[in-house]
């Protein structure tokens, strides 16, 4: 019996160490690239802005890849991680799986005072994501670890502007809905110039430059608009294409009182008026003539 409890105790005590072994700390300090996702130029960014934090305040901030954990535990592969390396009470480990797409970020004891874990998983989902969303995985790395490195030197009131930094949040995305609602407007107005610009035209006897520059020139801008409004919502185009509908049939129909045939009849016979018109001013002007 004693020696079962000693066999599973040894097990137990051997798990870890079996786990430590799986990664090694690289001989480009701060960075260990297993996974192979990252540049020299990304390595030595990371080494420069690590490095001035352990030199200036001893925070320990590693970046470690891997391509995959081996049919290990993610936060126990990650926790040996942190320890193997010897990162302390003021570290951060940004540690990413490639093969599980997985991202995770530990911080220690003293860094976690202000990045707990609703503060990292923000910042995971914020500057992380939208990069790991299209598979870029060294641009996702490289922006959530400058996004912490941020959130550091504003702890410990460290100069960081030189960092840039998306959030995830471009102004298409913050402002959405505003967009949306400028580009209906926008569209509306467009169709109300449109239509009365066919309206003018079908009254014309002879159709103008600007009759067509205003055609061309209205169908290209709506065409734009609607690109644009399916990249930032697909669906509101169909809202947009509704509107111009309503727009179209006001300006024949409710405003004018008119239908598009009506406008056609009414266009012959203001056409046919002035020619009258012209050949009786004409004829007048024969007359006067000594």
């Not at 870890?16 to 260990?32: D, E, H, N, Q, W």
């Not at 930094?165 to 913050?174: Q, W």
Request: net charge positive; proline share 2%; charged share 25%.
């Amino acid at each position: 019996m004693k020696r079962i409890v000693f066999l599973v105790l040894l097990f137990l005590f051997l798990i870890p160490f079996s786990v430590l072994g799986l990664v090694k700390p690289s001989s480009v300090l701060y960075v260990t690239d297993d996974a192979k996702v990252l540049s020299s130029n990304t390595e030595n960014y990371f080494v420069r802005y690590s490095d001035f934090l352990s030199q200036n305040n001893q925070i320990q901030y590693y970046v470690v890849t891997v391509p995959n954990l081996e049919g290990y535990d993610l936060d126990t592969y990650v926790e040996s991680v942190y320890s193997s390396f010897g990162i302390g009470s003021r570290g951060l480990l940004i540690f990413f799986s490639k093969e599980e797409r997985t991202i995770k970020v530990i911080a220690g004891h003293e860094l976690g005072l202000f990045l707990d874990d609703e503060a990292i998983q923000e910042g995971i989902d914020l500057y992380f994501m939208p990069y790991f969303k299209n598979d870029d995985w060294e641009a996702g790395i490289k922006n959530g670890y400058s996004a912490f490195y941020k959130m550091i030197c504003n702890y410990y009131d460290i100069d960081s502007t030189e960092m840039i930094v998306f959030d995830g949040k471009d102004i298409v995305t913050k402002f959405k809905y505003p967009i949306l609602l400028v580009l209906l407007f926008f569209s509306s107005s467009i169709a109300y110039i449109f239509c009365k610009t066919l309206k003018r035209a079908f009254r014309s006897s002879k159709k103008s430059f600007s009759h067509y520059f205003t055609f061309g020139f209205s169908l290209l801008l709506n065409f734009l608009l609607l690109i644009i409004a399916y990249f930032i919502e697909p669906w509101s185009i169909l809202i947009i294409m509704f509107s111009e509908g309503i727009t179209f049939f006001r300006v024949f129909e409710t405003h004018s009182n008119i239908t598009l045939e009506d406008a056609v009849r009414l266009s012959k016979r203001d056409n046919i008026k002035k020619s009258r018109v012209r050949a009786y001013r004409k004829n007048s002007k024969k007359k006067k003539r000594p």
